[in-house]
């Protein structure tokens, strides 16, 4: 009976030292983030989560999706095929008015990305100077496009009296042959794209002049509701990632050549350029939280001019409930 003990014993100290001594690590939760657009710097927040750890120590085994673009990615969180997305506020008021429960749980750009870039020359620069100016629009829907008409608005102005060109993704040859006088455009691009051209620029920034609701991390009812620590993990690890790209930019940005092709020689100049910008977009005393003001102003922007019918109810649509607690209590 003793030696069948010790043997049980030898047995299971082996089986102990195979394993390291420890308990098997718990299973990750696959996730796959709709991201939008390519990669880029202007993604180091997500990179840098994930490199440090950050989602995998809230349970969460990431990945990130350039494939999926922003229509398609409401669409399908609004199913719950996915869970999460990167959204812009606009699209998540249009889709809870069709019945799509988005829900937005972190604002990651705390001012509207969009700019209008001109040459000096054109002598545009502020929103009265569009009056009767040709401005090319990447698309006419879109973050790009809701904050052209916000700015339009907040100067008086209409479509009417500006003529405006669909250019696509055109914007810098566009303003640099002048087939326009001004493009609208992203504030952390194509601004520094022409300057790199042109050295001086004049930029309008939309964010100057209404406060908007931007890109955040979106998610549905359903997973609100029934996996709450999910959204909660999400929020935490990109809020520590997004903290440590405003702390240490040099860091995120040699994080991201990790996940971004081609960071070197003057595309890494300028990429440099445009991390640095895009944090400025990011700043807040709150990161990630939203404000019921913000989504007043970019609600009766699109009730303006038609893409809303009527209005939703803002409370549902946004919480700041997952954000990490204040210093302060």
């Given at each position: 009976?003793?030696?069948?003990?010790?043997?049980?014993?030898?047995?299971?100290?082996?089986?102990?030292?195979?394993?390291?001594?420890?308990?098997?690590?718990?299973?990750?939760?696959?996730?796959?983030?709709?991201?939008?657009?390519?990669?880029?710097?202007?993604?180091?927040?997500?990179?840098?989560?994930?490199?440090?750890?950050?989602?995998?120590?809230?349970?969460?085994?990431?990945?990130?999706?350039?494939?999926?673009?922003?229509?398609?990615?409401?669409?399908?969180?609004?199913?719950?095929?996915?869970?999460?997305?990167?959204?812009?506020?606009?699209?998540?008021?249009?889709?809870?008015?069709?019945?799509?429960?988005?829900?937005?749980?972190?604002?990651?750009?705390?001012?509207?990305?969009?700019?209008?870039?001109?040459?000096?020359?054109?002598?545009?620069?502020?929103?009265?100077?569009?009056?009767?100016?040709?401005?090319?629009?990447?698309?006419?829907?879109?973050?790009?496009?809701?904050?052209?008409?916000?700015?339009?608005?907040?100067?008086?102005?209409?479509?009417?009296?500006?003529?405006?060109?669909?250019?696509?993704?055109?914007?810098?040859?566009?303003?640099?042959?002048?087939?326009?006088?001004?493009?609208?455009?992203?504030?952390?691009?194509?601004?520094?794209?022409?300057?790199?051209?042109?050295?001086?620029?004049?930029?309008?920034?939309v964010?100057?002049?209404?406060?908007?609701?931007?890109n955040?991390?979106?998610?549905n009812?359903?997973?609100?509701?029934?996996?709450?620590?999910?959204?909660?993990?999400?929020?935490?690890?990109?809020?520590?990632?997004?903290?440590?790209?405003?702390?240490?930019?040099?860091?995120?940005?040699g994080?991201?050549?990790?996940?971004?092709?081609?960071?070197?020689?003057?595309?890494?100049?300028?990429?440099?350029?445009?991390l640095?910008?895009?944090?400025?977009?990011?700043?807040?005393?709150?990161?990630g939280?939203?404000?019921?003001?913000?989504?007043?102003?970019?609600?009766?922007?699109?009730?303006?001019?038609?893409f809303?019918?009527?209005?939703?109810?803002?409370?549902?649509?946004?919480?700041?409930?997952?954000?990490?607690?204040?210093?302060?209590?």
């Amino acid at each position: 009976m003793m030696r069948r003990q010790v043997l049980v014993c030898v047995a299971l100290a082996v089986l102990l030292s195979a394993c390291g001594g420890s308990a098997p690590e718990p299973e990750l939760t696959p996730i796959r983030l709709a991201m939008g657009y390519v990669p880029s710097v202007q993604y180091a927040p997500f990179y840098v989560a994930d490199q440090k750890g950050y989602f995998a120590e809230n349970g969460i085994e990431v990945e990130f999706d350039h494939s999926v673009f922003e229509s398609d990615a409401v669409k399908l969180v609004g199913t719950d095929e996915l869970q999460f997305a990167i959204v812009s506020g606009e699209q998540v008021l249009l889709s809870r008015a069709q019945g799509i429960p988005l829900v937005y749980v972190f604002e990651w750009f705390q001012k509207y990305p969009t700019a209008i870039v001109s040459k000096p020359q054109m002598g545009i620069e502020e929103p009265s100077d569009l009056a009767g100016r040709t401005v090319g629009l990447p698309m006419q829907s879109g973050t790009s496009y809701i904050g052209w008409r916000a700015l339009l608005a907040e100067a008086g102005l209409t479509e009417e009296d500006v003529a405006t060109e669909v250019i696509g993704f055109t914007q810098v040859a566009a303003v640099s042959q002048e087939t326009v006088e001004a493009a609208v455009g992203y504030a952390s691009n194509e601004p520094i794209q022409l300057a790199q051209v042109h050295e001086a620029v004049n930029v309008i920034y939309v964010s100057d002049y209404v406060d908007l609701v931007a890109n955040g991390l979106v998610t549905n009812e359903m997973t609100l509701a029934e996996r709450p620590e999910l959204v909660a993990g999400m929020v935490d690890a990109l809020s520590r990632g997004l903290s440590d790209a405003i702390a240490s930019p040099d860091e995120a940005f040699g994080i991201s050549e990790n996940y971004v092709e081609g960071l070197e020689g003057d595309v890494a100049v300028t990429q440099r350029i445009v991390l640095d910008e895009s944090i400025q977009l990011w700043l807040a005393e709150r990161l990630g939280e939203s404000e019921l003001s913000s989504w007043e102003a970019t609600q009766q922007v699109l009730l303006d001019i038609g893409f809303l019918s009527e209005p939703q109810d803002l409370e549902a649509a946004f919480t700041n409930e997952f954000l990490p607690q204040r210093e302060d209590g």
